[in-house]
C-alpha cells in the first residue's frame, strides 16, 4: 500500500472513530445528570433547562458554530474529533497543536500536521485528565474545610468574580461599544429591580445593543 | 446530609469518573492509531517523541489553573461534577456562566451552596451538558464534509499563530456579544445595590459589585504583568487566580 493510500484509509478510520467516540460522549454527558437524579431522586427540570437554554445557551451555540468553523481546518480531522471531546481550546488545545505543529515542522492541511495535531491535543488532555484527577484527590482530605460556613460568601459570589475578571478582558480597547449596554442595562436594573431574578434573559437585548453599536463601529471605520 | 455532602457521594464521583476515565481511554486510542501512522508513513520516530513530549509538558501550567477552577465551582456544585465539566469539553468561564443562567431558571436565583438544591443541581448539570455540546454535535455531521470541501487550503491564511482569526466583523461581534452578556451582569449588580431595597436606596448588596471590582483589578494586573512585562506564562492563571482573589474579597467584605 502507498503512503497516500495508507493515510486515505486511516482517515477514513479516524472519522468513523471520531463520530463514535464523539456520540457516546454526548450520550454519556447528556445522560449524566439524569442518572445522578435518579440516584439521588431529584430529576432535571426540563422547563427550565429549555429557559436557560434560550437565555445563555444561544451565545453558546453561535459561538461553537464560529469555533467550529475557524479549528476545524487548523487541527484536522483527528485532532478537532478530540478537542471538541475534551474542550479548554483556546486557552489549553490550540496552542499546545501549534506548537507541535512548529516543533514538527509540518505545513497545516498535510497528512503531517493531521497525525502531530492528534498526537498533540490526545496527549495534552490526557495530561490535563492526570493533573484534575490527580488534583480532586488531594483535594479530598480539605472537602470539610470548603464547606465551613466562613468560606460561603466566597462561593456564593464565583459569578462576580468571574463577569469582574471578564470584564476587565473584553472592556479594555471596547469601552466605546461596552458603555451603551453597560449604562443601559444598569439603568434598567436600577429602575425596574424585579428583573434581577432574570439577568440571563436580559442578555439577549443586552448582547444586541453590543452588536448593533459594533456593527455601526464596523462599517464606519471600513 | 446537607446537599453539598450529597454532590460529593460516591455515586457521583462514580458517574464522572467513569466518564472521564472513558474520555482518557479516546486519548489513549487516538495516541497510539497517530503514532503508528506516522511511523508508517515514514515520519521520524524523534519527532514524533518530541512532539508528545512537549504536549505533555505544555498543558501542566494551564492545568493548574483549571484546577483552581473546579474549587471555585466545588464550593456550590459539589467536586465530582466541576471535575467531569472541566475535564470534559468544558471551560471554567462558560461554565460559571451556564450555572448561573441555570440557577436563575430553576428559581434559586444565584449559585450558591446555601440556595442549591438537588433538583436545582441536576438542571443546572443538564443545562451545562447541552449547552456545551455543539461543538462535538457539529464534528459528527460536518467535520467529515468540511475537511473535504476546504481540502484545508488556505487554512493558515486565515489564522494567526496563537489560533486568533485575523479582523473582520466576526471577532468583534463575538466579543461584542460578552460585553453584552457581562453588562447584563453587571448592571443587575448595580441595580440591585440601588434599588433593591426601594428606588435610590442606595441600601442593597454590594458585595459583588466589590467582587467585581477587585477581580477586574486583578486581571489588569494579570495583563499588565503579560503584555508590559512579558511575562506571558501568567495567561494561563489570569481569570482563575482572579476569581479567586475576587471570591476571597466577599469573605472579608461580608465581616464589615
Not at chain 1, 29 to 46: Q, T
Not at chain 2, 23 to 42: D, H, K, P, S
Request: with cysteine; hydrophobic share 55%.
Amino acid at each position: 500500500m502507498n503512503r497516500n493510500d495508507y493515510f486515505e484509509k486511516y482517515n477514513k478510520k479516524t472519522h468513523f472513530l471520531g463520530r463514535v467516540f464523539s456520540v457516546i460522549t454526548l450520550v454519556l454527558l447528556v445522560g449524566a445528570p439524569f442518572l445522578m437524579g435518579s440516584i439521588l431522586g431529584a430529576s432535571p427540570d426540563i422547563g427550565a433547562v429549555a429557559k436557560g437554554f434560550i437565555s445563555v445557551g444561544l451565545v453558546w451555540f453561535v459561538s461553537s458554530i464560529v469555533e467550529f468553523l475557524i479549528y476545524t481546518p487548523m487541527l484536522g480531522a483527528g485532532g478537532s474529533y478530540l478537542a471538541f471531546i475534551t474542550g479548554n481550546l483556546i486557552n489549553m488545545k490550540i496552542p499546545c497543536a501549534v506548537m507541535a505543529r512548529d516543533i514538527a515542522g509540518v505545513k497545516t492541511g498535510t497528512p503531517e500536521n493531521e497525525i502531530v495535531s492528534t498526537l498533540s491535543i490526545a496527549t495534552s488532555s490526557l495530561v490535563t485528565i492526570v493533573v484534575l484527577a490527580l488534583g480532586v484527590l488531594l483535594l479530598q482530605p480539605i472537602q470539610g474545610f470548603l464547606q465551613s460556613p466562613v468560606l460561603q460568601p466566597a462561593f456564593a459570589n464565583v459569578v462576580p468574580a468571574l463577569f469582574g475578571a471578564m470584564a476587565y478582558k473584553y472592556f479594555r480597547g471596547n469601552m466605546g461599544i461596552a458603555v451603551f449596554p453597560l449604562v443601559i442595562m444598569s439603568l434598567l436594573f436600577i429602575l425596574v429591580p424585579s428583573l434581577t431574578g432574570s439577568t440571563s434573559m436580559m442578555i439577549i437585548p443586552s448582547g444586541g445593543i453590543a452588536i448593533g453599536i459594533a456593527y455601526l463601529k464596523f462599517r464606519n471605520k471600513k | 446530609m446537607s446537599v453539598i455532602a450529597t454532590l460529593n457521594s460516591f455515586p457521583l464521583y462514580l458517574i464522572c469518573g467513569s466518564i472521564i476515565a472513558f474520555v482518557a481511554l479516546i486519548c489513549v486510542v487516538f495516541i497510539i492509531r497517530a503514532y503508528r501512522a506516522g511511523i508508517a508513513m515514514g515520519m521520524d520516530p524523534k519527532i514524533l517523541k518530541r512532539v508528545i513530549t512537549s504536549s505533555a509538558t505544555f498543558p501542566i501550567l494551564p492545568s493548574v489553573g483549571i484546577l483552581l477552577g473546579v474549587i471555585a465551582l466545588s464550593g456550590s456544585l459539589g467536586l465530582p461534577w466541576p471535575w467531569l465539566r472541566l475535564s470534559v469539553i468544558g471551560a471554567l468561564h462558560y461554565e460559571t456562566q451556564v450555572a448561573q443562567a441555570a440557577a436563575e431558571s430553576v428559581g434559586i436565583g444565584t449559585l450558591s451552596p446555601e440556595t442549591m438544591t438537588l433538583s436545582a443541581f441536576t438542571t443546572i448539570a443538564l443545562l451545562m451538558s447541552i449547552c456545551i455540546m455543539w461543538g462535538m454535535v457539529l464534528s459528527v455531521f460536518l467535520n467529515k464534509g468540511y475537511l473535504k470541501k476546504i481540502g484545508f487550503k488556505n487554512s493558515e491564511d486565515k489564522t494567526e499563530l496563537n489560533g486568533k482569526k485575523k479582523g473582520g466583523f466576526g471577532d468583534l461581534a463575538m466579543s461584542a456579544m460578552f460585553i453584552g452578556l457581562v453588562s447584563a451582569y453587571i448592571g443587575s449588580y448595580i441595580g440591585g445595590f440601588v434599588s433593591s431595597n426601594g428606588l435610590f436606596t442606595f441600601s442593597g448588596d454590594w458585595v459583588p459589585l466589590g467582587v467585581v471590582l477587585v477581580s477586574a483589578l486583578v486581571m489588569a494586573f494579570f495583563v499588565y504583568l503579560s503584555e508590559k512585562k512579558k511575562k506571558g506564562w501568567v495567561d494561563n492563571f489570569s481569570i482563575a487566580v482572579s476569581m479567586l482573589v475576587g471570591m476571597s474579597s466577599a469573605i472579608l467584605f461580608s465581616l464589615i
